[in-house]
């Protein structure tokens, strides 16, 4: 008999804490080599934001530390209320063990049960892992451009 490991446990992060501040200073380098460490009182601005919901993804084993985060966006405007999922980030030494798709699969069903006509998410060319996971979850590549204002990043 195969024992198989217990389901990542999502949760939404309803305030800030140490252990998250801690986590998210591994997390976002592995994300971003130019966003800033965040301090206690950014992730308490992010979790206060009404139309922020920060997940976040815990190893159900040993310590229940956190593994990943994803940040979702619901907003109303003037045709549907909308949803963007941004920032998703899981840890390296947990990757490939479901977390990225229980963190996409619990932003699902939250943007659903807000009532967002879309939800919509961007992903770099090179990260083809996520892109197995977003096209598994059910996304679909658009016919669109995203524009970005501001200097053009150099290459």
Same mark, same amino acid.
């Given at each position: 008999?195969?024992?198989? @490991?217990?389901?990542?446990?999502?949760?939404?992060?309803?305030?800030? $804490?140490?252990? #998250? =501040?801690?986590? $998210? &200073? %591994? #997390?976002?380098?592995?994300? /971003?080599? /130019?966003?800033?460490?965040?301090?206690?009182? !950014?992730? @308490?601005?992010?979790?206060?934001?009404?139309?922020?919901?920060?997940?976040?993804?815990?190893?159900? =084993?040993?310590?229940? *530390?956190?593994? &990943?985060?994803?940040? #979702?966006?619901? $907003? *109303?405007?003037?045709?549907?209320? +909308? !949803?963007?999922?941004?920032?998703?980030?899981?840890?390296? /030494?947990?990757?490939? *063990?479901?977390?990225?798709? !229980?963190?996409?699969? !619990?932003?699902?069903?939250?943007?659903?049960?807000? &009532?967002? %006509?879309? #939800?919509?998410?961007?992903? +770099?060319?090179?990260?083809?892992?996520?892109?197995?996971?977003?096209? %598994?979850? &059910? $996304?679909?590549?658009?016919?669109?451009?995203?524009?970005?204002?501001?200097?053009?990043?150099?290459?």
């Amino acid at each position: 008999m195969t024992h198989s @490991a217990p389901p990542i446990e999502v949760s939404v992060a309803e305030s800030a $804490f140490p252990e #998250l =501040v801690e986590a $998210f &200073g %591994k #997390l976002i380098p592995q994300l /971003s080599g /130019s966003a800033p460490p965040l301090t206690l009182a !950014a992730v @308490a601005d992010i979790i206060a934001a009404p139309a922020t919901t920060l997940l976040i993804a815990r190893d159900p =084993v040993g310590e229940r *530390r956190i593994v &990943g985060t994803l940040t #979702l966006v619901i $907003f *109303r405007i003037p045709t549907a209320i +909308r !949803a963007w999922i941004e920032d998703v980030v899981v840890d390296e /030494s947990a990757r490939g *063990r479901g977390v990225g798709e !229980a963190l996409v699969q !619990a932003a699902v069903k939250l943007a659903a049960e807000r &009532g967002a %006509k879309t #939800l919509d998410l961007t992903s +770099r060319t090179s990260r083809k892992a996520a892109h197995r996971l977003y096209e %598994k979850s &059910g $996304f679909h590549v658009r016919e669109t451009s995203v524009y970005r204002y501001g200097p053009k990043p150099s290459s």
